[in-house]
């Protein structure tokens, strides 16, 4: 069983920029892969980012390319999404996935467990 906890959500002008964080419990943290997820008023959940257990491997959306980074720290059992030039249709609940898998041609294979999510908003 794995528990995430997000944080790091909040308001934040078009153009700046926002880093979430997803801090899981149990063991093995390394051994699986994390992703985000967001979800806008009356859309899908969308995939946006996701990164291996070793890290070394990442999938980002072409809608945030170039723009998020997503990290992971092994050590403090923590994925990270950096959120830099924020634009208004990145505003959405973002949830924090775990157990999945990044493959090689960097497809992200989505995991069972899931956050509360944390929702971000951008104003102009």
């Known amino acids: 069983q794995v528990q995430l906890i997000e944080s790091g959500g909040g308001s934040v002008q078009a153009g700046g920029s926002l880093r979430l964080s997803c801090a899981a419990s149990?063991?093995?943290?390394?051994?699986?892969?994390m992703g985000w997820f967001r979800q806008a008023p009356g859309k899908e959940r969308e995939s946006v980012a996701a990164?291996?257990?070793?890290?070394?491997?990442?999938y980002y959306a072409d809608s945030v390319k170039g723009r998020f980074t997503i990290s992971r720290d092994n050590a403090k059992n923590t994925v990270y999404l950096q959120m830099n030039s924020v634009k208004r249709e990145d505003t959405a609940v973002y949830y924090c996935n775990a157990g999945g898998a990044v493959d090689s041609s960097s497809n992200y294979y989505t995991g069972l467990y899931w956050g509360q999510g944390t929702q971000v908003t951008v104003s102009s």
């Open positions: 149990g063991r093995s943290f390394s051994s699986y892969g």
């Open positions: 990164i291996s257990g070793s890290g070394r491997t990442t």
